[in-house]
């Protein structure tokens, strides 16, 4: 079956850093684009980024760009996030994301910045 484990969340200073992790496992990892969404208290689950199957495309959301980087490691079946510059609204949990016939989703990872 379709597992995701986020793992690298925690309490940062704004300015800080972050690296998620998604290890993923039960299907064919290198053919399947992966996300990172996240998710603040009281709204709505957002996408933040995404990366196709081999790593060549990448996408975010306009309030990330420059800031977060996704990559994935295909050898690993595990895809990250790297969050540099944290603000106090990249607080949130962070969920990671694949289409297998289905969306999948992670437990979520707990992002806090916060001086």
């Known amino acids: 079956q379709v597992q995701l484990v986020e793992s690298g969340g925690g309490l940062v200073q704004p300015g800080g850093s972050l690296r998620l992790s998604c290890a993923a496992s039960?299907?064919?990892?290198?053919?399947?684009?992966m996300s990172w969404y996240r998710q603040a208290l009281g709204k709505e689950r957002e996408l933040v980024a995404s990366i196709s199957s081999t790593g060549g495309i990448t996408t975010y959301a306009d309030s990330v760009k420059g800031r977060f980087t996704i990559s994935r490691d295909n050898a690993k079946n595990t895809a990250y996030l790297q969050m540099n510059s944290l603000k106090s609204e990249d607080t949130a949990a962070y969920y990671c994301?694949?289409?297998?016939?289905?969306?999948?989703w992670g437990q979520g990872t707990q992002v806090t910045v916060s001086s």
């Open positions: 994301n694949t289409r297998v016939s289905r969306n999948y």
């Open positions: 039960g299907f064919f990892f290198s053919s399947y684009a």
